[in-house]
């Protein structure tokens, strides 16, 4: 009597294999160095055009539009100006706008004696160490096009997020962490395109990590058997590298592969990066933490420390969601409780990298879409505005206790040393010891590159 085909999937096969066989080890031997030479690591850490005074990046997002004159722009005469009527520059001169005054009273920082209001008291004792450029420019009024533009350097279209870039340009340090990570409790405007690869192999993909008692989902492998799991992956590895090498060494088949190797290492390393326990309460204190918490934004701060200690090459730390944000048209009052939980967490993040020696090769970046108009939208808000917005860089080759470029009188308009998101772009890449006239990668039929065909380093920024 003909018994029934049973189909076998995969899985089980390697793990009868794994369970009973006696010549694994050999055959697993051998089938490992006939695929070595095509295995070659392609996160592998890769040398930098020139010397660069960064080795990795914080990258901090603040989603929704902040508003640059509440909060590194000081405008005196908008506080004289308040009520009056007038036409906004910056692309809206014929829009007649009642202006309002910034809700927030402005003070000196540090010795530098940088202005910021009151929303930022913490980030104010830091200025020493921050540059801040108070003339950046975007070409887009909207959230979707402006976000997507400040990670990707395009306004309309998909492209790599910077995150990608750089582990395409630099590689990583840590193989057993990815080389781009993203820690975000919320889905910021442009979604997942902000960490998108795009074009670019998808191993330079950000992994997205959020905030939670299990930041990580299915981090714990399924057996406590750790020798038995090696050699289920090895051969299983095994075979993939026959079955890529097979198919030309297809790119999107080798990320996969390598996003598996990545995942098992990641049993460990990543539970070690997210246990907190070992932290000092001083340590917590300085993001505004209580032990044993698992969210906040000072988690997220302390988390990005610990991975760019661990050799994760760029760290974005995303504050806000599409639907909770600094986008406030209806009342500017909301910016308060959106600066008061990250101000503290930011400032102790730049603490505890100046006193680990990690703030003299770690860029910390701070940037928003756009700013806000000086006028009023709603009954008590600001509109979206793309002319002019402040950002800030800090630590590595930065020239911290300073400020680049001005506005108007009330924040309309970029008056003096404008930076482009393109320029911003590139800086950022040069510190890091990248030309972003030479990172390019052939795609369609032409080479892209983060900025375009666009953007100068800026370098009045550099110390």
């Known amino acids: 009597m ?36 095509d295995a070659a690591d392609p996160l592998a850490p890769k040398p930098s055009h020139f010397p660069g005074k960064a080795k990795r990046v914080i990258f901090i997002f603040s989603n929704g539009g902040v508003s640059h004159m509440d909060t590194f722009d000081h405008k005196p005469k908008l506080f004289a100006a308040d ?41 104010r004792e830091c200025m020493d160490d921050v540059c801040l450029i108070k003339s950046m420019k975007s070409d887009d009024n909207e959230h979707y096009q402006a976000t997507l533009a400040i990670h990707t350097g395009s306004f309309f279209f998909s492209r790599p997020s910077i995150g ?12 057993n962490l990815p080389s781009f990570v993203v820690l975000s409790a919320g889905s910021p405007y442009a979604g997942t ?96 933490m209580k032990r044993d918490q698992t969210d906040g934004f000072g988690w997220q701060c302390l988390v990005g420390r610990r991975l760019a200690e661990r050799g994760v090459r760029f760290v974005e730390l995303v504050d806000g969601s599409s639907s909770h944000n600094w986008d406030q048209h209806g009342d500017m009052a909301e910016h308060a409780q959106h600066a008061k939980a990250v101000d503290q967490p930011i400032a102790g993040l730049l603490k505890d990298l100046k006193r680990r020696g ?56 970029v008056v003096e040393n404008r930076v482009h998101v393109h320029d911003f772009h590139a800086t950022i890449l040069h510190l890091l010891g990248m030309d972003h006239e030479k990172l390019t990668f052939r795609h369609g039929g032409r080479d892209y590159r983060l900025t375009d065909v666009h953007g100068n380093v800026v370098q009045a920024l550099l110390a």
């Open 2 to 37: 003909n018994q029934p085909h049973r189909h076998y999937r995969r899985r089980e096969v390697i793990r009868s294999l794994v369970g009973s066989s006696l010549l694994l080890p050999g055959l697993l031997s051998n089938l490992l160095a006939d695929s070595a030479a």
């Open 83 to 123: 009520g009056k009527t007038m036409g906004i520059g910056g692309g809206l001169s014929n829009q007649q706008r009642r202006l309002l005054k910034p809700g927030w009273e402005f003070r000196p920082g540090g010795e530098c004696g940088t202005m910021v209001s009151d929303l930022f008291p913490h980030l």
């Open 164 to 175: 990608s870039w750089v582990s395409y340009g630099l590689g990583t340090v840590n193989q």
């Open 193 to 288: 395109q902000i960490f998108n690869n795009d074009f670019l192999p998808a191993y330079h993909q950000g992994v997205r990590v959020i905030p939670g008692k299990e930041p990580i989902a299915n981090l714990d492998p399924r057996t406590k058997q750790s020798s038995v799991q090696e050699l289920e992956l090895g051969l299983a590895e095994a075979f993939n590298q026959r079955h890529l090498k097979a198919r030309g060494n297809d790119s999107e088949l080798a990320a996969r592969i390598r996003t598996f190797e990545t995942a098992f290492h990641m049993q460990t390393e990543a539970r070690e990066v997210f246990d907190l326990s070992k932290e000092s309460d001083d340590t917590l204190a300085l993001y505004g």
């Open 358 to 413: 990690m703030l003299e090769d770690t860029l910390v970046v701070w940037t928003t879409e756009f700013g806000r108009t000086p006028g009023v939208d709603g009954d008590k808000g600001r509109g979206h505005h793309s002319a002019c917005f402040s950002s800030w860089l800090a630590g590595a080759g930065v020239k911290g206790g300073t400020s680049y470029g001005s506005t108007d009188d009330i924040g309309s308009t």
